[in-house]
């Protein structure tokens, strides 16, 4: 076989499960009549014997389908036949079992898609004008093991071979290298040399790091109070109920008067009237300052219902198209910020509405550091501050974690989980600062998550030779497989193809 036919079955060893989801995702409308045909075979477990590729081909019509008008056909000792034990061995060396249904179901599908793409090339060769050589063909037909005789061509053996098997052999190599002549114009085409070079070349150069951070949330409690006593307003405290009516201002003005004259008490207007609230007699509980900035827009209203007092009611305030009337259960309270309840109230606010200003003092707490850094050194500052010093690396540039290069995902750092580091390798801010700064010198400040870093990059370092090349490989190999996978989904969905593969395989595994 060639050899992208063998790389190819290599690669088919993966589990199946995955290879059909991975078909599934790429192309649906393909294969979501397998998995149907695939339920009902395996619906049929109990009705039928087990499936035993090997065993009833012995006659009959074993097409499958057409690939620009030719057969797809299981023929002892064809392409189709040398797919087919290909897959049996692929399972077997899985541990699966053979006479499972839906085992046999995907070996025969697996041999039908190489089948096929197998045949769509030689077609499309053909209608190239394209033929190997007759003297290249029989000079790698003398290459074959089968007649080598202590590592030399041997003209007993090859004489011995009957004339219709050699036959066979030369058209099978003759495939085998019109194959590979596709293979590598493809290839080529799609993978550049200079392109695999610079994805190479990329991992070239990686660097060392150590790196404080400063987090965000060890904001101090002095300054949440210096900002609680700068916004106190915000945190006032007002216990209202309200009615919300969505008819017109003439409707909302009516139940207002009831209310006023006593023709109607705020609590039953609430539960017949109201939009919201209407379960709880209009009741909204505690509001403070910063909620009702987004309830009552309004400054002027805002103030006019702040101002009142326990039990009035205020005139009508309008928000988008609502009409409101609220009364005052408790009237308004100034916070004290020595109760801890406040603080606490506070520091939320503070985290969920102005995580800036905590960012900011993490930022500004990074470059005293940075300062103390550049005149005194790294080691020293970092001892006299007692702090943890993270160190990590050897990696290069790789924005999101790339498999083919060493990752910063592979690298555990203490007081930073899975998701951080994740997330850390998905900040292109961190690429930027982390390989433009000096080695030996600070970066600037990086905000990542709820931390500040500050990275100290130690040395660039140039990689082995031989791990440029095994990435280089291995992007090559990685898109290689996926224009493979590509092309055979190119063919199967291509207009040249007839696919009557469950048709025909129904009617050998479940004559009844």
Do not use: C
């Not at 939320?348 to 005194?376: C, H, K, P």
């Not at 600037?444 to 990059?457: C, T, Y």
């Amino acid at each position: 076989m060639a050899q992208k036919d063998k790389k190819t079955a290599v690669k088919d060893n993966e589990s199946s499960s995955l290879e059909i989801s991975r078909r599934f995702k790429q192309n649906p409308a393909l294969f979501i009549g397998t998995v149907v045909v695939l339920v009902l075979v395996i619906v049929s477990f109990v009705l039928v014997p087990a499936i035993v590729p090997e065993g009833g081909m012995a006659g009959g019509d074993y097409t499958f389908g057409y690939y620009d008008k030719v057969p797809i056909s299981w023929v002892s000792g064809n392409i189709f036949a040398q797919y087919q034990e290909q897959a049996v061995r692929n399972l077997q060396a899985q541990g699966r079992e053979i006479s499972d249904y839906k085992n046999a179901a995907e070996v025969w599908r697996w041999a039908f898609e190489g089948t096929v793409v197998h045949t769509a090339i030689l077609q499309m060769m053909k209608r190239s004008n394209y033929s190997v050589p007759e003297k290249t063909v029989d000079r790698e037909v003398a290459r074959l093991p089968q007649f080598q005789e202590n590592g030399r061509f041997s003209p007993t053996l090859y004489n011995q071979t009957s004339d219709s098997t050699r036959l066979v052999w030369w058209r099978q190599v003759n495939d085998d290298l019109t194959k590979m002549t596709f293979f590598n114009d493809y290839f080529d085409l799609l993978i550049p040399s200079t392109e695999v070079e610079f994805i190479a070349d990329m991992s070239s150069v990686m660097r060392n790091f150590e790196m404080v951070y400063f987090k965000v949330d060890d904001y101090p409690d002095s300054e949440f109070l210096a900002y609680a006593q700068e916004h106190s307003d915000l945190f006032d405290s007002i216990h209202l109920s309200r009615i919300t009516i969505n008819s017109s201002e003439r409707e909302a003005r009516k139940i207002l008067d009831s209310i006023r004259d006593g023709t109607i008490t705020f609590e039953d207007a609430a539960r017949t009237q109201s939009q919201s609230y209407a379960d709880r007699g209009g009741d909204m509980g505690i509001r403070y300052g910063y909620q009702l900035e987004s309830e009552i827009p309004d400054a002027d209203a805002r103030r006019m219902i702040l101002d009142l007092g326990s039990g009035e009611l205020s005139d009508l305030v309008r928000a988008d198209d609502n009409w409101f009337i609220f009364r005052i259960e408790e009237g308004l309270r100034k916070p004290d910020f020595k109760d801890e309840a406040v603080m606490e109230r506070v520091r939320t606010y503070l985290r969920t509405f102005e995580r800036g200003r905590m960012e900011d003092w993490a930022i500004e707490q990074a470059n005293e550091f940075i300062a103390e850094v550049n005149e005194s050194g790294f080691d020293d500052v970092v001892r006299w501050r007692n702090m943890e010093r993270l160190k990590f690396g050897p990696f290069p540039i790789n924005y999101g974690g790339v498999n083919i290069f060493p990752s910063l995902e592979s690298f555990s750092i203490p007081g930073f989980n899975e998701q951080d580091i994740q997330n850390m390798s998905r900040n292109e801010n961190f690429w930027k600062i982390a390989f433009s700064t000096n080695p030996l010198t600070p970066s600037e400040p990086l905000v990542q998550g709820s931390n500040v870093l500050v990275l100290f990059p130690l040395e660039q370092i140039a990689s082995e030779e031989e791990a440029v090349e095994s990435v280089a490989s291995m992007y090559s190999s990685y898109v290689g497989y996926i224009a493979e996978q590509s092309l055979q989904f190119y063919f199967l969905a291509s207009d040249k193809m007839e696919d009557n593969f469950w048709d025909t395989f129904f009617r050998i595994f479940f004559p009844n």
